[in-house]
């Protein structure tokens, strides 16, 4: 998906960032000077391996010469932290009534 505006936008391969326009976004804001603004920032990482991230649309991902790059879905990477979250709360939960009952049984408290 971004690989051409990826090449494009290369630090022609030295590492570090470069700023882009988006492919996602950039074709459908209002005025023509938003629609040229460099949104979409570009870091080679490794001679063969870069990340994007765009600043307005919040698209990132990842990509490899000669492969598709990988568009991170946000709505599933937010569900995933939001069930994380409540998986560690219940986690936290369980470990407070164990050693609730230890120190119930023992006196002590664990450390």
Known sequence: MFAANERRARPHGRIGRTMATC????EGRRTPQKRHSKVLAVTL???EFAV???NHCEAQGYCRPDTPSRVIDLAEQQRRRDDFEQHGI???KIARIER???IGRTGIAAS
């Open 52 to 54: 994007y991230y765009c």
């Open 100 to 102: 609730d009952r230890m």
């Open 90 to 92: 219940e986690a936290l």
């Open 23 to 26: 492919p996602l976004c950039s």
């Open 45 to 47: 990482i490794e001679p």
